[in-house]
């Protein structure tokens, strides 16, 4: 199949940036998106030019480092899917696609396709995470879980912290990425001691980011690779009241 | 950080602060409108029912301010986060969303009401500045009717005795007396939304608030961490309900004016 790229192109961070054209010719369907992008840059390569800077890793959709934005969807089209497990049978032969880099305030463009998601790094060192080690893999059961806390601890877990949240939100939200990780430790009871802590210092490091605020359209969780949840930006504004209450009455 | 300035200075703090105000303000929408509806049940009722509501003296004013406390929070918290959301935004995608699944293409794209959320919310309150002046304060310069004063609306002397007090034999223009006499609500309000331009204006608003409820009514239960996926549908369906309802019963008065049913 035969199709028309229109690709955002910016040098650096500085730089105003540009829509860029190019043909992708006798591509396969059975290609991932990536590779295709592969094919194309093999081309601009040995035209000379500069090749489409774009993250990629694990290629397999769980590592969260790919991020673009297709037809104005991130990740493209596909429900649960990331860009590197989206595949070109789903498009048709000749159809321009425009490819956009995530856009948000706190995730500055690096360069082309790139951009800079460190601000979700520091919300993760702000408090997401277990101060004490609590041993390798323990002995099944030796700890109880409720099946419904660990089960739901899951599905926050899964969140790769790819941003594809930010990228859909209008108003560049990362309420759905500091909400799942808020929640995956609360609900275990090795986050407990932390609990509070970590709801008030994720949320603060939120905000001083720059990100937007939820105005509970949903756009993200649409989103999600993962298909994680709107029901966890509620539980994170349970778990912030709560700690909030905690604090100001101790 | 202390507790209030927790709430006031961060994003889930305030989005606290929009869904209690929200819902207080929600609160008044309705008792304003089942007081409204009096009018159906005659001049007397709903003279009666203004004049008991003037009655409560202090109680009253600490409905007042309480309703402004609420208005100013709601406001200012609106003005900040969606600031923030469009600080946070500044550039739109190129590319326009051709839903690969049929289905695909709402769940992204926010709703009308959630998006208008901020021009509906600002043009409700310039309404409710009006109606204030107009019914309130009744400035005679903005009723639209030339040379009537509602101030001048009064029904008959209080001082007749409660058994004997109907409030429905309206006082001559002049006669009456601020503080007094009852307010003739009931002529007042057939009078105002006799001005046809003024029905609409009336009409246009309660709409957009109805559209800014059904959106608030069910992201509200969302910002103070009450909504889930099981409850979701019932939430959304109650936002729905409410707001229909309120503008059914809100707009039912003019056009029942226009149309001389009042």
């Known amino acids: ?250 | 950080m202390s507790l209030a300035s927790n709430i006031f200075n961060t994003s889930l703090g305030r989005k606290y602060l929009m869904a209690l105000s929200g819902a207080g303000l929600f609160g008044f929408v309705v008792v304003h409108m089942l007081g409204n509806l009096t009018i159906f049940a005659g001049p007397a009722a709903i003279n009666q029912y203004a004049a008991k509501l003037h009655s409560l003296g202090p109680l009253l004013w600490i409905a007042r301010l309480s309703l402004l406390g609420m208005v100013g929070i709601h406001i200012w918290a609106a003005i900040k986060l969606s600031s923030e959301n469009k600080r946070a935004r500044k550039f739109q995608y190129e590319g326009t969303i051709e839903p690969v699944d049929s289905h695909r293409k709402s769940e992204i794209v926010s709703r009308y009401a959630a998006r208008t959320m901020i021009y509906s919310g600002l043009i409700i309150a310039a309404f409710a500045f009006y109606h204030l002046a107009h019914y309130t304060w009744k400035v005679p310069q903005i009723n639209g009717l030339n040379n009537i004063d509602f101030e001048t609306f009064y029904v008959h002397d209080v001082n007749a005795g409660e058994k004997q007090i109907a409030y429905t034999t309206a006082l001559p223009e002049g006669v009456g007396k601020e503080g007094e006499n009852a307010v003739d609500v009931y002529r007042m309000v057939t009078s105002g939304f006799g001005v046809w331009w003024i029905s609409i204006f009336y009409i246009i608003s309660v709409g957009l608030l109805c559209i800014h409820l059904s959106h608030g009514l069910s992201a509200m239960f969302q910002s103070i961490g009450i909504k889930s996926k099981a409850s979701q549908k019932l939430i959304n369906r109650f936002a729905l309900t409410a707001a229909l309802l309120l503008f059914a019963g809100y707009v039912s008065v003019p056009i029942s004016v226009l149309f001389g049913f009042l």
């Open chain 1, 1 to 250: 199949m035969n199709l028309k790229l229109k690709v955002w192109r910016q040098d650096n961070a500085e730089d105003d940036g540009r829509f860029e054209y190019f043909e992708a010719l006798d591509i396969s369907p059975d290609m991932s998106f990536l590779e295709m992008l592969d094919v194309v840059n093999e081309g601009i390569i040995s035209d000379g030019d500069e090749a489409i800077a774009f993250d990629s890793d694990c290629r397999e959709g769980i590592c969260g480092t790919c991020s673009m934005v297709i037809n104005g969807v991130p990740h493209g089209g596909q429900k649960g899917t990331t860009a590197c497990q989206l595949h070109m049978r789903h498009f048709n032969d000749g159809d321009t696609i425009v490819i956009e880099p995530w856009r948000a305030t706190a995730f500055p463009v690096h360069r082309d396709l790139i951009v800079d998601r460190s601000s979700f790094d520091r919300i993760q060192r702000s408090g997401g995470f277990i101060s004490v080690r609590t041993g390798s893999v323990p002995d099944a059961n030796a700890t109880p879980v409720a099946k419904e806390n660990s089960d739901l601890a899951m599905d926050a877990a899964q969140c790769i912290g790819c941003g594809a949240c930010v990228a859909a939100c209008k108003n560049a939200s990362a309420m759905l990425f500091v909400a799942a990780k808020v929640s995956h430790l609360s609900l275990m009871p090795q986050g407990q001691p932390e609990r509070n802590r970590r709801a008030l210092a994720m949320v603060n490091q939120m905000d001083e980011e720059g990100f937007g605020n939820c105005s509970v359209n949903g756009s993200c969780e649409a989103v999600c690779p993962k298909e994680i949840s709107l029901d966890f930006i509620a539980r994170m504004n349970r778990e912030y009241g709560r700690a909030l209450l905690k604090k100001g009455c101790s």
